[in-house]
């Protein structure tokens, strides 16, 4: 399965790459496509803080980046959750501000459910909840046993030496 899985991740990384390539490239065409979203998104940036930029082109930019790394992440098998979530997280304004038909829409939809199987894909390891639930449940059984063994110990202690004061010598 692990073949199936890194061609599947490098093919669904691919569009996210050469679209951030070509945003980074020329980031004024995108910039007027988004400027509607920007325009209701500039007061939530500049509440959160003034120092985020909030001019259209910057912010092409920096989707164009982060699209390219977590494509780059994704693609090489390096944090392939996060970069699969960063990557949906990015496609929602993406899908959003996209002006184009219905076949944007459902290329986009399909892209988003791909990348949502891609940051649940734990690739056959148990998550990890299961993991910290299990190590928890570990510890708590051998803290059990170590308090058992310590009491028993404790009485075959306190055995021998009532034996030992009871003889004589």
Do not use: C, W
Request: hydrophobic share 45%.
């Amino acid at each position: 399965m692990r073949p199936v899985r890194t061609a599947a991740r490098a093919m669904l990384a691919s569009i996210f790459v050469f679209d951030g390539i070509r945003a980074l490239a020329r980031p004024e065409e995108r910039a007027e496509a988004v400027r509607p979203f920007t325009d209701r998104v500039t007061p939530l940036l500049e509440r959160t803080d003034p120092r985020l930029p909030t001019d259209p082109v910057t912010l092409v930019r920096a989707k164009a980046a982060a699209d390219v790394l977590a494509g780059l992440a994704l693609a090489t098998g390096r944090f392939t959750r996060l970069s699969a979530a960063v990557l949906a997280v990015g496609l929602i304004p993406h899908t959003a501000t996209d002006k184009g038909d219905r076949d944007h829409l459902l290329r986009n939809l399909g892209l988003l459910g791909g990348l949502l199987l891609a940051a649940a894909d734990t690739e056959g390891r148990p998550s990890l909840r299961y993991r910290t639930t299990h190590a928890v449940d570990r510890s708590q059984r051998s803290v059990r046993r170590a308090v058992r063994t310590a009491k028993r110990e404790a009485r075959i202690a306190a055995t021998a030496a009532a034996t030992a004061r009871r003889l004589p010598g």
